[in-house]
């Protein structure tokens, strides 16, 4: 069975530093997606990016990158400058690339906190 | 472009009282997925609908819980009779067709208390 793991419950970074956010997963797959969800206070659950892992290029948005490393079963989320508005909790979530799954795997959350 | 819509974004009822929570997902996607959110067991999915079919209920706790889709772009789920173990964020999420169909976009969610 699948499993998604954020091993860091809470993170705290500096307005304008740079914070990375860790997620391991397990899979006997070869294909599939993996995804970074953001939950605000208001709890939206808001995407923030998302890798195929067919694809070696890691991808970004904006100030939001990953480092997917498929061999170690890592994908971190690295958010440069950071912002007030990025405090939320992020998920971290895995999907089969498999023609007909749609089920989510997703881990506990990482909480972000941004001080002034 | 509207995202998904969900109604009530609170609910407080008594123990016994049906609860009936709604959703409208984004205009054209034909996937729906219903999600619970508790701080004990996360993010659970509930069932999930393709083309207005249930196609997986499995996550539905017990049969006090159901859910319908009568069209494409309304969905309820119903929890009849409510306990206050069915206190929650309950999440309705949406997917495309096509290369995005992978991707869900979830609504702002429907806190339910139960007393």
């Known amino acids: 069975a699948q499993t998604v793991t954020q091993s860091q419950p809470e993170m705290s970074v500096q307005e304008a530093e740079t914070v990375t956010l860790s997620c391991t997963y397990d899979?006997?797959?070869?294909?599939?997606?993996l995804f970074w969800y953001k939950q605000p206070p208001s709890r939206q659950m808001i995407l923030v990016i998302r890798q195929e892992a067919y694809k070696q290029q890691n991808a970004t948005e904006n100030r939001f990158s990953v480092n997917f490393q498929k061999a170690a079963k890592s994908f971190s989320l690295k958010i440069s400058d950071s912002q007030l508005g990025d405090a939320a909790m992020y998920f971290c979530?895995?999907?089969?690339?498999?023609?007909?799954?749609?089920?989510?795997?997703f881990g506990t959350g990482t909480r972000l906190k941004v001080l002034a | 472009d509207a995202g998904v819509i969900q109604s009530p974004r609170h609910e407080v009822t008594e123990m016994g009282q049906e609860v009936t929570l709604r959703c409208k997902p984004i205009?054209?996607?034909?996937?729906l997925f219903w999600y619970r959110q508790t701080m004990m067991r996360g993010l659970e999915l509930l069932i999930y609908f393709n083309n207005n079919v249930p196609i997986d209920d499995s996550g539905m706790p017990e049969d006090r819980f159901s859910a319908k889709m009568p069209n494409a772009s309304f969905s309820t789920l119903k929890i009849q009779p409510s306990e206050p173990r069915d206190s929650a964020v309950y999440f309705c999420?949406?997917?495309?067709?096509?290369?995005?169909?992978?991707?869900?976009?979830f609504g702002p969610g429907t806190r339910l208390t139960v007393l």
């Open positions: 999420a949406s997917s495309p067709r096509g290369s995005e169909a992978d991707t869900q976009y």
């Open positions: 979530a895995y999907r089969r690339r498999t023609s007909g799954t749609y089920k989510y795997i």
């Open positions: 899979t006997s797959e070869s294909d599939y997606y």
């Open positions: 205009s054209g996607h034909n996937s």
